[in-house]
Antibody, heavy 120, light 111 residues
Framework: EVQLVESGGDLVQPGGSLKLSCAASGFTFSGSTLHWVRQASGKGLEWVGRVRPNFNNYATTYGASVKGRFTISRDDSKNTAYLQMNSLKTEDTAVYYC???????????WGRGTLVTVSS | QSVLTQPPSVSGAPGQRVTISCTGS?????????VHWYQQLPGTAPKLLIY???NRPSGVPDRFSGSKSGTSASLAITGLQPEDEADYYCQSYDSSLGGYVFGTGTTVTAL
């Protein structure tokens, strides 16, 4: 089955760190661009960042609100992408979705999401 | 802060046609970057509905259609069904921001 499964969401204090994982199956993970998109409760979607495949040198790009605090990486041998989140703020509280980037810069496959809560 | 603006809500009777606008600028939709649409049913992850302005992935009913003109795009639902009640988001790329952007989102209600 073609799917993405996120894990690692948790309750963390402001200023803390957390690492999310996105396990892929059913497609050629190594050739795909992976994105992270988040959604605060009752709010809209916000693009977090993306990591490109090996033949694009695993290039990463981030949204302005997370740049310098979040890092996206991948391990093609494990078909898994990661989102390392540091210096977390209360406004980072959201459901974090892992998505696959289609050839036309759209997201054609989504995981179910994992909840990150930043609170003291 | 979204750079693509959508109406907060639209509604219509079952069977009617409803449209959702997505207004951007010269650095995203107006710069010829593709516009895509997603449907998010309550409590679920978003799902790709329209890609490249007008294309439907396999399995998406043909009552959903997309269009684009200038710095705006639109999603139309022709023959609204109760199961179409959901949130809808447009998405594109913005060259000024150097990243991907979503619309503010629109809740569709079947009266």
């Amino acid at each position: 089955e073609v799917q993405l499964v996120e894990s690692g969401g948790d309750l963390v204090q402001p200023g803390g760190s957390l690492k999310l994982s996105c396990a892929a199956s059913g497609f050629t993970f190594s050739g795909s661009t992976l994105h992270w998109v988040r959604q605060a409760s009752g709010k809209g979607l916000e693009w977090v960042g993306r990591v490109r495949p090996n033949f694009n040198n695993y290039a990463t790009t981030y949204g302005a609100s997370v740049k310098g605090r979040f890092t996206i990486s991948r391990d093609d041998s494990k078909n898994t992408a990661y989102l390392q989140m540091n210096s977390l703020k209360t406004e980072d509280t959201a459901v974090y979705y892992c998505t696959r980037g289609g050839s036309g810069w759209y997201y054609d496959l989504w995981g179910r999401g994992t909840l990150v809560t930043v609170s003291s | 802060q979204s750079v693509l603006t959508q109406p907060p809500s639209v509604s219509g009777a079952p069977g009617q046609r409803v449209t959702i606008s997505c207004t951007g600028s010269s650095s995203n939709i107006g710069a010829e970057y593709d516009v895509h649409w997603y449907q998010q049913l309550p409590g679920t992850a978003p799902k790709l509905l329209i890609y490249g302005h007008i294309n439907r992935p396999s399995g998406v009913p043909d009552r959903f259609s997309g269009s684009k003109s200038g710095t705006s795009a639109s999603l139309a639902i022709t023959g609204l069904q109760p199961e179409d009640e959901a949130d809808y988001y447009c998405q594109s790329y913005d060259s000024s921001l150097g990243g991907y952007v979503f619309g503010t989102g629109t809740t569709v209600t079947a009266l």
